[in-house]
């Protein structure tokens, strides 16, 4: 059990260059940015400014692209990496220059890491020879894992005749004998396969019931992060770029990143107006359509003075509706028609831009969806989300 802090954390990764170009004054002394990460004259900025209070058996999921700094995080908490600057703390106990053996972490990598000489009750015991833990409380530990994560008939065999999902079964016992204060898990579910990451999904979220660690979870897929997570940090280029319950962030993206990010398939994206009507409400128009806000995002948008702007319009697929009457609708052509038993993803050709409809199958009532089908479609007026030119939600910002 624990809690912890992470107090604007960051991580530079020094500058190669030589000595003299190292020396040679910049042009312009304001950072740079090269490859999405901030360049500055101490060297890339992997993690810059990360603000984090995780509370005692939290689960955490750290998500975000390849390369956004989340593994680079995790390994600042375990110890594993160097923290630049900013103060990390567990327990209270500020932990910067405390060494990982003395930091009450167990850590889960992507590639298992057994002792393939070993059998699977070796591999789980072999933590705790190390901490010299007596024998018979050895051996109830390494049962009551085995037991927790199924793995009790595999224990007098070795990982090469384990499969993938046994073997992350293994590597997540190795972690949990020690009973840890925090567990680490990056990207742990990566090597297998869409159904074994579907089963071992299911049992993390039975493992966390059962043992009273707090966690920190590191992944790439947003599915892993709603599902699992109660709370979900989305990173980008080395910064946070917002925290919330899954429910929190699909239902309010604080920006355009985030509101392409999560959410499968990704919300659709439209050039639009916001525009002020003479008795001071709000409407959003797209192409033709003009649609008259939501009270609610109304009121949001007068909390803030919102003026008529150019916007950028987010609407989610299963939130568009498709109209055989004539009207104000935004057009389009179907490019590609997608059967996925119980609905349809439509792609649709509009504006030039390939859109996402997902329909379910029963409001078709026979309808032919084929390739070049010309569509009408609209959208609620309490499902859209309006971002300003730089990418900013205009209900939160």
Request: charged letters at 30%; one cysteine or more; aromatic letters at 6%.
């Amino acid at each position: 059990m624990a809690t912890v802090s992470l107090k604007n954390i960051q991580k530079i990764y020094p500058n190669t260059a030589d000595d003299t170009r190292k020396r040679r004054k910049k042009e312009d002394d304001a950072p740079k940015r090269k490859s999405n990460l901030k360049i500055t004259e101490e060297g890339v900025v992997a993690v810059d400014s990360f603000n984090l209070e995780i509370a005692d058996k939290e689960f955490i999921v750290l998500v975000g692209p390849s390369g956004c700094g989340k593994s680079t995080t995790l390994r600042m908490v375990a110890g594993l990496e160097d923290i630049t600057r900013g103060d990390l703390f567990i327990d209270g106990k500020r932990m910067n220059d405390v060494a990982p053996k003395d930091r009450d972490i167990a850590m889960v990598f992507q590639n298992y890491a057994l002792y393939p000489h070993m059998t699977v009750r070796q591999n789980l015991q072999f933590p705790l020879e190390l901490r010299n833990v007596p024998k018979d409380e050895m051996n109830r530990r390494v049962d009551e894992a085995a037991e927790i994560l199924g793995i009790t008939e595999y224990l007098e065999r070795k990982p090469k005749a384990l499969s993938g999902g046994q073997r992350q079964r293994v590597a997540i016992g190795r972690a949990i004998v020690r009973d840890p204060k925090l567990l680490l898990m990056d990207e742990p579910l990566s090597n297998l396969d869409a159904k074994l990451r579907n089963q071992m999904r299911a049992e993390i979220i039975k493992l966390r019931q059962k043992i009273n660690s707090t966690f920190i979870y590191v992944t790439h897929d947003q599915t892993e992060a709603m599902t699992l997570g109660d709370r979900i940090v989305i990173m980008k280029d080395g910064e946070v770029q917002q925290v919330g319950t899954p429910q929190e962030v699909f239902d309010e993206p604080h920006n355009l990143f985030v509101a392409g990010f999560i959410g499968m398939p990704q919300m659709n994206f439209y050039d639009g107006k916001l525009l002020l009507n003479e008795d001071g409400t709000y409407a959003v128009q797209v192409s033709d359509a003009v649609i008259e806000l939501s009270e609610e995002k109304q009121k949001n948008l007068r909390d803030r003075n919102t003026k008529p702007q150019d916007i950028t319009v987010g609407v989610r697929p299963e939130h568009i509706s498709l109209h055989e009457k004539e009207g104000a609708m935004i057009e389009g052509v179907v490019d590609v028609s997608e059967m996925m038993g119980s609905s349809v993803h439509l792609h649709i050709n509009s504006g030039g831009k390939d859109r996402i409809i997902i329909v379910p199958t029963l409001d078709l009532k026979g309808r032919p969806m084929g390739i070049g089908t010309p569509v009408r479609f609209t959208f609620g007026n309490n499902v859209i989300h309006m971002f300003d030119s730089e990418g900013l939600n205009l209900e939160y910002k």
